[in-house]
């Protein structure tokens, strides 16, 4: 592993290095790592522009394939949590608004990933969503602490107000860390989600286990939500368990 930025100490680092071996695969690639070793984007150096992840895969299936006819593209997206600018970079050609809390991951992203997108809001996201005078056709959740998706963005005062900042047939999509149907913050997440939207849905990478740590995506829409199972890179319906609602 070679390192090529280290910022901040303990809890608060965030590391960049180049490695040959990512989740498996043999290659060339540079990743973006925060303090609890959890991938927070990489990218293939033989092929820069190649979308290494399955969720921000799915999560494009999922905006393009819901976008409204008015629009055709969803052109209006609201994204918390930057990484290196995956999501961001694919749709700069719409218009697209991202929040991100740290200004050292912005830098990183410029500096070691190439990333040359639209200014990014620097601060938290549900007050950056908040202040927003205009109406999003998707709202993108990608954000995390060491704990996992942050409680004030999962809450049902959270949910009120972002599905009040989406267009008509707007659509909040959360990328989650969990152990599936199993897990009790994301089964909560869901439920409260439930509360908010007349529509929802939860799909989520197979592992080996059953508890095995993967990648999920809950969606609250306010109209029935579409997808083609083929496009999704890996990722299946699924029912998470009933759980607690989650107010602020």
Request: net charge negative; glycine share 8%.
């Amino acid at each position: 592993m070679n390192i090529l930025a280290s910022h901040g100490a303990a809890d608060e680092r965030v590391l960049v290095y180049e490695t040959n071996t990512l989740f498996d695969e043999k290659g060339s690639f540079r990743v973006l790592q925060f303090a609890d070793d959890a991938v927070q984007g990489a990218i293939d150096l033989q092929q820069p522009d190649r979308i290494l992840f399955e969720y921000p895969r799915a999560l494009i299936h999922l905006i393009e394939h819901n976008s409204t006819k008015e629009n055709n593209g969803g052109d209006d997206i609201f994204i918390i949590g930057h990484g290196i600018g995956t999501l961001s970079s694919y749709f700069a050609d719409s218009n697209c608004v991202t929040a991100e809390i740290s200004e050292t991951v912005v830098q990183l992203s410029q500096q070691h990933f190439g990333w040359k997108g639209s200014p990014i809001l620097i601060g938290d996201g549900r007050l950056l969503l908040e202040q927003e005078q205009r109406l999003f056709d998707c709202i993108v959740l990608d954000a995390f602490t060491s704990k996992g998706n942050p409680q004030h963005l999962s809450t049902v005062q959270f949910f009120d107000m972002a599905r009040a900042k989406l267009k008509r047939q707007g659509t909040l999509l959360i990328n989650v860390t969990n152990k599936g149907k199993l897990d009790v913050r994301s089964n909560a997440i869901y439920n409260t989600l439930q509360v908010v939207f007349p529509h929802t849905y939860a799909f989520t990478l197979q592992a080996a286990e059953e508890r095995d740590i993967r990648n999920s995506i809950l969606i609250g829409s306010n109209h029935p939500i579409r997808y083609r199972l083929r496009s999704m890179a890996g990722f299946a319906p699924y029912h998470p368990e009933s759980g607690y609602v989650m107010y602020d």
